[in-house]
């Protein structure tokens, strides 16, 4: 089983910086892909940014692509979310999230998520 635990959230001016960061637990970190989802006001659920088990590939969500950056730790099993160039449209509660199997941009292909950490992008 995996714990994962979010930290980094804030509240950021427009045009801003933010390094997300999410801690797991367990001993077999690396045979988890891992995703970072954020969810709005209001708002489903979506895909942001996702990494594979090894680090090799990632994919991102059109809304972040080229302002984002997506990384991973297997040794300290850590997983980092950086995002350049904020927008008040990225504020949303950000969530970490961790599967064997996934379909990156599919959630329920996910077996683990964190409780998430608020971004708020002002204007």
């Known amino acids: 089983q995996v714990q994962l635990v979010e930290s980094g959230g804030g509240l950021v001016q427009a045009g801003g910086s933010l390094r997300l960061s999410c801690a797991a637990s367990?001993?077999?970190?690396?045979?988890?892909?891992m995703g970072w989802f954020r969810q709005a006001p209001g708002q489903e659920r979506e895909f942001v940014a996702g990494?594979?088990?090894?680090?090799?590939?990632?994919n991102y969500a059109d809304s972040v692509n080229g302002r984002s950056t997506i990384s991973r730790d297997n040794v300290k099993k850590l997983v980092y979310l950086e995002v350049n160039s904020l927008k008040p449209e990225d504020t949303a509660v950000y969530y970490c999230?961790?599967?064997?199997?996934?379909?990156?941009?599919?959630?329920?292909?996910?077996?683990?998520w964190g409780h998430g950490t608020q971004v708020t992008v002002s204007s």
């Open positions: 990494i594979s088990r090894s680090g090799g590939f990632t």
């Open positions: 367990g001993r077999t970190f690396s045979l988890y892909a």
């Open positions: 999230a961790a599967g064997t199997s996934v379909v990156f941009r599919v959630t329920h292909t996910y077996d683990y």
